[in-house]
């Protein structure tokens, strides 16, 4: 992880060189060192996607890493005693005075000693000539690796009936008919897409139907001319003549001779060429001009873990191939391990845990069926496969890490930090673009926010099949996220040989001083016994999983041993939070649960994410007056009261989230009036113990950036206006607050609004839905209340797909009217009685749409 400590560091120097006074000559080598930091950063840039480096570049990076986080160290330490020395004292600092300049002397040898460690490894570079064209993969040993894919691979697999007779449907039919098109299948690796592409390319139909087949290898290293070779050798023989002649070309040369060649063999041929496993873009760029459109429905299929490979070639949408299901993972594992025999009774629960414990991707169960296939079929023998079902798949790990290997710089620490998380854990994305945003992964670009840039990494990171959707929010966008459970032991394991990540599990393996750990809360009382002495270099530490307290003596360790923390995560229950936690000055994000915060909260003026929740769910911890120093907070949130000098607030312009916050009048108006200008996403909770609510929320014409809004509990409130609410809005969720049918009309002229929940908000009476309104709402709720007859005009929330009643007993709606929400796609009716569930089952026979019923 070279590339990404170089360049936080290269984003740190320059604030060190501007908040500092250094003595003599420090401020020199500090800027020296900052210049050689960037001709290595160029070299890391050169060396990108190289994963199987010569080992000279191996060795290189390593000690790059090795100079890099010890860099980190020395402007981190300096950082916290220069703290230290601030909040001293007059006394104080003159005491500490000449330890002060001590310690300022020592920072300058340190910087001048890794100046000179730099300089070596840049010399070391020019001297060994290890240039960008010298650190490529080696070949040979890619080229075995993806032999040993294709042995796998294509072995017949179950499951793809369905989707071999889609695709060749496809391919014979087409969605362009007579012209020509491209066709994707993409999926994670191991999933089959080679196996099933060959079961399309061997079918009869398909081999009846078109006049040619080719079938090319593609990698990630290719060369366009081998590969225009390849095709061509299909249709042409390849003599010694035009091998020799082709030799004398140009490699510009040569690509026009071969898609010249190209074109003429295939020219009035109904073809069909498969390109397996492309990993850019760009081949398609540099192939689509050698096949001509005959006009005759001749296809181009291509397999791909890259959603961006597809899209790139072809409007027509790509295939997702999916995992197996229970069944079609049991049918594999038994064709595998006993070759079409059936399994021994007493071996069938153990089989299914096995088979199971693959989650549904072919490679893993044909190479665990493969390696039981020739062991002894016994209990004993199996048992010990199911307690390390991973150990067994090291095959598996090795061509799944190719994913990596490829993988864009900027995305590899992304990618990594999955693996802290526990297994089967559906990961919040907004958090996790936090914690990305906070350990530094995320470039800025231009004046975009941040954190949508870093909605662009996680996006890419699914296109790439690394990442998987749990569940989406309503603009189709993730809202939760996993990982298989063998990328996620890629992570653990890449992590630790970078000392990147350290994940602590059970089998009490020791702490290799990675920068980042993550321990599951019902295993941290074992991980701090075992490594309670010693200061650690981490800079982020998570503890996720509640079902433990976070005791008073865990503080004490972290405090002693995690000076330089940046993250702190912590799942378990938090009776005492000490004032010590003001000392760790480097915070940028702080996630906790607990009842109490200290007033030294105020120190942490790094931290840029504080999110707290009540450890018993029931009212809201109070925040102490020293909360406004914080400055740089991004994101507040968690059932927290603010201070009674919350509206002295003056510098909080970089808030973006302020969620789930008790307020009161007083805190209302501080908003309204515009002290928070950047919030985009807004949450409040009325405190019903300060009286009634006397003013209209919110204001437009400052809150220009929100996007989120959420209000609960203010039935005493004043309607809302028309011209009220901002039409960035595109999520509101309201509870106990009074609207009528002129509030109505408002929210329905919101031009972005996509999620609207109201509870207890509408009167009881006919709800009407007026001509063109909500134009682009995807997702309705509506609870609360007993409805009388539901009306919907023309053009009305003509994008609905998911509609939710809830807590209503009396609602009539007939089928014509739902017909116009023409996007509808789901219905939930939760806690309703017998004569709304028989209305919406009667509807869904009649429009076709989901049913979910839930009493």
Same mark, same amino acid.
């Given at each position: 992880?070279?590339?990404?400590?170089?360049?936080?560091?290269?984003?740190?120097?320059?604030?060190?060189?501007?908040?500092?006074?250094?003595?003599?000559?420090?401020?020199?080598?500090?800027?020296?060192?900052?210049?050689?930091?960037?001709?290595?950063?160029?070299?890391?840039?050169?060396?990108?996607?190289?994963?199987?480096?010569?080992?000279?570049?191996?060795?290189?990076?390593?000690?790059?890493?090795?100079?890099?986080?010890?860099?980190?160290?020395?402007?981190?330490?300096?950082?916290?005693?220069?703290?230290?020395?601030?909040?001293?004292? %007059?006394?104080?600092?003159?005491?500490?005075?000449? =330890? &002060?300049?001590?310690?300022?002397?020592?920072?300058?040898?340190?910087?001048?000693?890794?100046?000179?460690?730099?300089?070596?490894?840049?010399?070391?570079?020019?001297?060994?000539?290890?240039?960008?064209?010298?650190?490529?993969?080696?070949?040979?040993?890619?080229?075995?690796?993806?032999?040993?894919?294709?042995?796998?691979?294509?072995?017949?697999?179950?499951?793809?009936?369905?989707?071999?007779?889609?695709?060749?449907?496809?391919?014979?039919?087409?969605?362009?008919?007579?012209?020509?098109?491209?066709?994707?299948?993409?999926?994670?690796?191991?999933?089959?897409?080679?196996?099933?592409?060959?079961?399309?390319?061997?079918?009869?139909?398909?081999?009846?139907?078109?006049?040619?087949?080719?079938?090319?290898?593609?990698?990630?290293?290719?060369?366009?001319?081998?590969?225009?070779?390849?095709?061509?050798?299909?249709?042409?023989?390849?003599?010694?003549?035009?091998?020799?002649?082709?030799?004398?070309?140009?490699?510009?040369?040569?690509?026009?001779?071969?898609?010249?060649?190209?074109?003429?063999?295939?020219?009035?041929?109904?073809?069909?060429?498969?390109?397996?496993?492309?990993?850019?873009?760009?081949?398609?760029?540099?192939?689509?001009?050698?096949?001509?459109?005959?006009?005759?429905?001749?296809?181009?299929?291509?397999?791909?873990?890259?959603?961006?490979?597809?899209?790139?070639?072809?409007?027509?949408?790509?295939?997702?191939?999916?995992?197996?299901?229970?069944?079609?993972?049991?049918?594999?594992?038994?064709?595998?391990? %006993?070759?079409?025999?059936?399994?021994?009774?007493?071996?069938?629960?153990?089989?299914?845990?096995?088979?199971?414990?693959?989650?549904?991707?072919?490679?893993?169960?044909?190479?665990?069926?493969?390696?039981?296939?020739?062991?002894?079929?016994? &209990?004993?023998?199996?048992?010990?496969?199911?307690?390390?079902?991973?150990?067994?798949?090291?095959?598996?790990?090795?061509?799944?890490?190719?994913?990596?290997?490829?993988?864009?710089?900027?995305?590899?620490?992304?990618?990594?930090?999955?693996?802290?998380?526990?297994?089967?854990?559906?990961?919040?994305?907004?958090?996790?673009?936090?914690?990305?945003?906070?350990?530094?992964?995320?470039?800025?670009?231009?004046?975009?926010?941040?954190?949508?840039?870093?909605?662009?990494?996680?996006?890419?990171?699914?296109?790439?099949?690394?990442?998987?959707?749990?569940?989406?929010?309503?603009?189709?966008?993730?809202?939760?996220?996993?990982? &298989?459970?063998?990328?996620?032991?890629?992570?653990?394991?890449?992590?630790?040989?970078?000392?990147?990540?350290?994940?602590?599990?059970?089998?009490?393996?020791?702490?290799?001083?990675?920068?980042?750990?993550?321990?599951?809360?019902?295993?941290?009382?074992?991980?701090?016994?075992?490594?309670?002495?010693?200061?650690?270099?981490?800079?982020?530490?998570?503890?996720?999983?509640?079902?433990?307290?976070?005791?008073?003596?865990?503080?004490?360790?972290?405090?002693?041993?995690?000076?330089?923390?940046?993250?702190?995560?912590?799942?378990?229950?938090?009776?005492?939070?000490?004032?010590?936690?003001?000392?760790?000055?480097?915070?940028?994000?702080?996630?906790?649960?607990?009842?109490?915060?200290?007033?030294?909260?105020?120190?942490?003026?790094?931290?840029?994410?504080?999110?707290?929740?009540?450890?018993?769910?029931?009212?809201?911890?109070?925040?102490?007056?020293?909360?406004?120093?914080?400055?740089?907070?991004?994101?507040?949130?968690?059932?927290?009261?603010?201070?009674?000098?919350?509206?002295?607030?003056? =510098?909080?312009?970089?808030?973006?989230?302020?969620?789930?916050?008790?307020?009161?009048?007083?805190?209302?108006?501080?908003?309204?009036?515009?002290?928070?200008?950047?919030?985009?996403?807004?949450?409040?909770?009325?405190?019903?113990?300060?009286?009634?609510?006397?003013?209209?929320?919110?204001?437009?014409?400052?809150?220009?950036?929100?996007?989120?809004?959420?209000?609960?509990?203010?039935?005493?409130?004043?309607?809302?206006?028309?011209?009220?609410?901002?039409?960035?809005?595109?999520?509101?969720?309201?509870?106990?607050?009074?609207?009528?049918?002129?509030?109505?009309?408002?929210?329905?002229?919101?031009?972005?609004?996509?999620?609207?929940?109201?509870?207890?908000?509408?009167?009881?009476?006919?709800?009407? %839905?007026?001509?063109?309104?909500?134009?682009?709402?995807?997702?309705?709720?509506?609870?609360?209340?007993?409805?009388?007859?539901?009306?919907?005009?023309?053009?009305?929330?003509?994008?609905?797909?998911?509609?939710?009643?809830?807590?209503?007993?009396?609602?009539?709606? &007939?089928?014509?009217?739902?017909?116009?929400?023409?996007?509808?796609?789901?219905?939930?009716?939760?806690?309703?009685?017998?004569?709304?569930?028989?209305?919406?089952?009667?509807?869904?026979?009649?429009?076709?749409?989901?049913?979910?019923?839930?009493?």
């Amino acid at each position: 992880m070279a590339d990404v400590v170089v360049n936080v560091l290269l984003q740190q120097l320059p604030l060190l060189i501007e908040g500092a006074t250094f003595p003599s000559g420090v401020e020199n080598e500090v800027k020296s060192f900052q210049r050689e930091l960037q001709k290595i950063n160029i070299f890391l840039e050169d060396s990108e996607g190289k994963g199987n480096e010569h080992k000279k570049v191996k060795a290189l990076i390593r000690q790059i890493t090795e100079v890099a986080y010890e860099a980190e160290d020395v402007i981190d330490t300096f950082n916290l005693k220069v703290e230290e020395q601030r909040k001293r004292n %007059f006394a104080g600092k003159i005491i500490n005075s000449i =330890a &002060h300049a001590i310690m300022l002397h020592n920072v300058a040898k340190k910087i001048e000693c890794l100046n000179k460690e730099i300089n070596k490894i840049y010399d070391d570079i020019e001297k060994y000539g290890i240039e960008r064209t010298e650190a490529r993969v080696d070949a040979e040993a890619e080229k075995a690796l993806h032999k040993r894919r294709r042995c796998v691979e294509e072995d017949d697999v179950v499951g793809f009936l369905h989707d071999s007779d889609t695709l060749v449907n496809q391919l014979i039919y087409g969605t362009q008919n007579s012209k020509l098109d491209v066709i994707s299948i993409i999926g994670m690796g191991g999933l089959g897409k080679t196996t099933l592409a060959k079961k399309i390319y061997n079918n009869d139909r398909v081999k009846s139907h078109f006049h040619c087949l080719v079938w090319v290898y593609v990698s990630e290293d290719f060369k366009i001319r081998e590969l225009l070779i390849e095709i061509l050798k299909s249709q042409v023989p390849i003599s010694d003549e035009l091998t020799t002649k082709l030799k004398g070309m140009s490699d510009e040369e040569a690509k026009e001779f071969l898609v010249e060649q190209l074109l003429k063999s295939l020219q009035g041929k109904r073809y069909l060429v498969v390109m397996d496993d492309i990993w850019k873009p760009q081949v398609w760029n540099e192939v689509k001009d050698a096949f001509p459109d005959n006009s005759n429905g001749s296809r181009i299929l291509i397999t791909s873990r890259i959603k961006e490979v597809a899209l790139h070639a072809s409007r027509t949408p790509p295939y997702f191939l999916q995992f197996l299901n229970k069944d079609e993972s049991w049918e594999l594992f038994c064709k595998k391990v %006993f070759r079409g025999g059936d399994c021994p009774p007493e071996l069938e629960i153990m089989g299914n845990q096995i088979a199971e414990g693959c989650h549904g991707l072919p490679l893993s169960i044909v190479v665990l069926g493969g390696l039981l296939a020739n062991k002894e079929k016994t &209990h004993r023998t199996w048992s010990r496969v199911i307690a390390d079902v991973n150990w067994y798949l090291t095959e598996c790990k090795d061509i799944l890490a190719l994913s990596y290997t490829y993988l864009p710089r900027r995305l590899k620490p992304c990618f990594l930090y999955i693996g802290a998380f526990p297994e089967d854990f559906e990961i919040p994305v907004k958090e996790l673009i936090k914690l990305w945003i906070a350990e530094g992964f995320i470039q800025q670009t231009g004046r975009r926010n941040i954190e949508d840039v870093a909605d662009d990494y996680l996006e890419e990171l699914i296109d790439r099949n690394l990442i998987q959707v749990a569940t989406r929010r309503s603009d189709e966008g993730a809202k939760t996220c996993r990982i &298989h459970d063998l990328l996620r032991d890629l992570c653990i394991t890449k992590s630790a040989e970078e000392k990147f990540l350290y994940v602590h599990r059970d089998d009490n393996s020791s702490w290799n001083t990675s920068r980042r750990l993550s321990i599951q809360s019902r295993i941290l009382h074992q991980f701090i016994s075992s490594n309670n002495s010693g200061t650690s270099n981490a800079r982020s530490f998570l503890s996720i999983g509640r079902g433990l307290e976070f005791e008073k003596i865990y503080w004490k360790w972290v405090h002693n041993n995690l000076k330089m923390l940046r993250v702190l995560h912590l799942d378990p229950a938090i009776l005492f939070v000490p004032k010590e936690i003001g000392t760790l000055i480097h915070l940028r994000y702080l996630n906790i649960l607990c009842q109490h915060i200290p007033v030294s909260i105020g120190n942490l003026e790094n931290l840029e994410t504080l999110t707290i929740n009540n450890m018993f769910d029931e009212g809201s911890v109070l925040l102490p007056d020293s909360i406004i120093k914080l400055t740089r907070l991004r994101n507040l949130q968690g059932y927290v009261g603010l201070p009674d000098n919350f509206p002295l607030v003056t =510098a909080w312009s970089s808030l973006q989230v302020l969620s789930n916050i008790q307020i009161d009048s007083q805190i209302l108006h501080f908003i309204v009036e515009g002290k928070l200008p950047n919030l985009r996403k807004l949450g409040l909770e009325w405190d019903r113990g300060s009286g009634d609510i006397k003013v209209t929320f919110p204001s437009a014409q400052h809150l220009s950036h929100i996007q989120k809004l959420s209000i609960s509990g203010m039935e005493n409130m004043v309607k809302l206006l028309p011209d009220s609410i901002p039409e960035t809005i595109t999520k509101i969720s309201l509870d106990c607050v009074p609207l009528d049918n002129s509030s109505m009309e408002v929210l329905g002229k919101l031009p972005k609004l996509l999620k609207l929940k109201l509870h207890f908000c509408l009167p009881s009476g006919d709800l009407h %839905f007026h001509a063109r309104s909500f134009p682009q709402l995807q997702f309705l709720e509506l609870g609360g209340r007993n409805f009388g007859n539901w009306i919907q005009d023309e053009g009305a929330m003509a994008s609905l797909r998911h509609l939710v009643i809830t807590h209503c007993d009396i609602i009539t709606i &007939h089928s014509s009217y739902l017909q116009k929400s023409t996007a509808l796609r789901e219905v939930e009716v939760l806690i309703c009685n017998s004569s709304v569930k028989n209305m919406f089952e009667r509807l869904q026979m009649e429009l076709g749409f989901k049913l979910h019923i839930r009493f």
